[in-house]
């Protein structure tokens, strides 16, 4: 599985972006999708994730409430969706992809085997 991820950027506090993860593949569609986000000097850190029928995604605490992970089979494309943005949201986000065939949601970066080049988001004050 190769994954892009694309629709970073610079925007506003309470401001939305949609972020998108292409992945090329026969395997993502039975792929286990996340989104992690890593700041400048901390660890890369869970945003949410989505199993592949796109039932049950799992969230941060931090994202809960504001973000929305979704996936379209058919595009082979997973999104973020982020709401009402905060300072503190800003971060290179990355997506991941675990192996074919897991279906179990996890938080850890460990977990996932592949992973995309990651899009850098903004959040200004």
């Known amino acids: 599985v190769q994954l892009q991820a694309s629709g970073g950027g610079l925007v506003q506090v309470g401001g939305s972006l949609r972020l998108s993860c292409a992945a090329s593949g026969r395997t993502f569609i039975s792929s286990v999708m996340g989104w992690f986000r890593q700041a400048p000097g901390k660890e890369r850190e869970f945003v949410a994730a989505i199993s592949w029928s796109g039932g049950r995604p799992s969230y941060s605490d931090s994202v809960k409430g504001r973000f929305t992970i979704s996936r379209d089979n058919a595009k082979n494309t997973v999104y973020l969706q982020m709401n009402s943005l905060k300072p503190e949201d800003t971060a290179v986000y990355y997506c991941?992809?675990?192996?074919?065939?897991?279906?179990?949601?996890?938080?850890?970066?460990?977990?996932?085997?592949?992973w995309g080049q990651g899009t850098l988001v903004t959040v200004s004050s």
């Open positions: 991941a992809a675990r192996g074919s065939g897991i279906r179990v949601l996890s938080n850890s970066p460990r977990a996932y085997h592949y």
